[in-house]
């Protein structure tokens, strides 16, 4: 059974660094083919994904963020965590961490998601 | 990146309607799309992959179709259960995008 559950602060004042954890079960990131992505949903507003990171180390990153934004594994501890530096008001949204994997070179769809973790910007 | 545009962005039906939602790419995808489904205050559950594959355990009242650039998901008809959000989402590039979301409200 996967299991991914997110874990952070709930509130970041205006230009810290946000440090958001993903810990997980049921699957391991050395296994050739998995990934753990990461997506945020501001309240209200669409679904934006934001890094994803394979078992290989092979990283991702949206275009639009990728200045702000690191993603690393801890392959030992089932764990991935995001950065995302300079944090701004507009960045108050729930973030997600979710399963992939690549299956013949196509990536799957986020068949496991962790329950969200809402972040709010504020000073 | 991948464009991805979906509509409409609110729609509201009956019980027993048939709806169709449709998600446009701004250059093909080779079939690479999911559909969600997400409720407020939970996580997006995936219904279909592959554009047309249903997932595991989703009612056969979903189904996908589409190729190129162009993608519907249709309802066959609604279930009280199904008014919620619905998202596209692109995985042929490694950028993953989403559409814009389409709110299914009860009529």
């Known amino acids: 059974q996967i299991t991914l559950k997110e874990s952070g602060p709930t509130l970041v004042k205006p230009t810290q660094t946000l440090t958001l954890t993903c810990t997980f079960s049921g699957f391991s990131l050395s296994t050739s083919g998995v990934g753990v992505g990461w997506i945020r949903q501001p309240p209200g507003k669409a679904l934006e994904w934001l890094a994803l990171i394979y078992w290989d180390d092979d990283k991702r990153y949206s275009p639009s963020l990728k200045s702000r934004l690191t993603i690393t594994k801890d392959t030992s501890k089932n764990q991935v965590v995001l950065t995302m530096t300079n944090m701004d008001p507009v960045d108050t949204a729930t973030y997600y961490c979710?399963?992939?994997?690549?299956?013949?070179?196509?990536?799957?769809?986020?068949?496991?998601w962790g329950q969200g973790a809402l972040v709010t910007v504020s000073s | 990146d991948i464009q991805m545009t979906q509509s409409p962005s609110s729609l509201s039906a009956s019980v027993g309607d048939r709806v169709t939602i449709t998600c446009r790419a701004s250059?093909?995808?080779?079939?690479?799309l999911a559909w969600y489904q997400q409720k407020p205050g939970k996580a997006p559950k995936l219904l279909l992959y592959a554009a047309s594959r249903l997932e595991s355990g989703v009612p056969s009242r979903f189904s996908g179709s589409g190729s190129g650039t162009d993608y519907t998901l249709t309802i066959s008809s609604l279930q009280p259960e199904d008014f919620a959000s619905y998202y596209c989402?692109?995985?042929?590039?490694?950028?993953?995008?989403f559409g814009q979301g389409t709110r299914l409200e009860i009529k």
């Open positions: 989402q692109q995985s042929y590039s490694t950028l993953i995008t």
């Open positions: 250059q093909g995808i080779s079939n690479s």
């Open positions: 979710a399963h992939a994997e690549t299956v013949a070179g196509t990536l799957s769809p986020f068949r496991y």
